[in-house]
T-cell receptor, first 113, second 112 residues
């Protein structure tokens, strides 16, 4: 199946700063990628669908201006958490789907202090 | 809520016992998948069952799907301490671009 590389695995940032998370598809041209967020002891919540060359589709309740998604190439999607606050601290995971199934990145643990 | 429901939310059993987790979902689906997640780690895909399948096996795992009731179950037989993890079902609703919607998860603890 496809291989997805997600970086960084952990990041600590100060409140008010922005953090960029990268999700790379190493061996598959991904026109669509998905971004999830997971709070402690909770399930994965879909944040948005990243579409190559066009705007991302955000789920209800997810702030587009706060969570900027860029999918400029078939192998890279980025999620930027802008003006991060402690309540944005979470585990962020990207995913892509192929004919053979879904592949998930290893996740990024974001801590905002 | 976009999520389906899983029960139980937490399950504690002894090694060797069987563990059964249930999942209900809300929309028509292409397939349903089960994932495992160790604490603070990424997801591991366990098994996928298509909407036209009723039962599927993989090693010690048995998954059933009842599309009329919009429900699925995951059975882990002869559990081991290493099976301790969170288990999530995920559905791919028809006509929604392939996105996965996750259930709330079951936290399984297998005691040696």
């Amino acid at each position: 199946g496809a291989v997805v590389s997600q970086h960084p695995s952990r990041v600590i940032c100060k409140s008010g700063t922005s953090v960029k998370i990268e999700c790379r598809s190493l061996d598959f041209q991904a026109t669509t990628m998905f971004w999830y967020r997971q709070f402690p002891k909770q399930s994965l919540m879909l944040m948005a669908t990243s579409n190559e060359g066009s705007k991302a589709t955000y789920e209800q309740g997810v702030e587009k201006d706060k969570f900027l998604i860029n999918h400029a190439s078939l192998t890279l999607s980025t999620l930027t958490v802008t003006s991060a606050h402690p309540e944005d601290s979470s585990f962020y995971i990207c995913s892509l789907g192929t004919l053979y199934g879904y592949t998930f990145g290893s996740g990024t643990r974001l801590t905002v202090v | 809520s976009q999520q389906g429901e899983e029960d139980p939310q937490a399950l504690s059993i002894q090694e060797g016992e069987n563990a059964t987790m249930n999942c209900s979902y809300k929309t028509s689906i292409n397939n349903l998948q089960w994932y495992r997640q160790n604490s603070g780690r990424g997801l591991v895909h366990l098994i996928l069952i298509r909407s036209n399948e009723r039962e599927k096996h993989s090693g010690r795992l048995r998954v059933t799907l009842d599309t009329s009731k919009k429900s699925s179950s995951l059975l882990i037989t002869a559990s081991r301490a290493a099976d301790t993890a969170s288990y999530f079902c995920a559905t791919a609703p028809i006509g929604q671009g392939g996105k996965l919607i996750f259930g709330q998860g079951t936290e399984l603890s297998v005691k040696p």
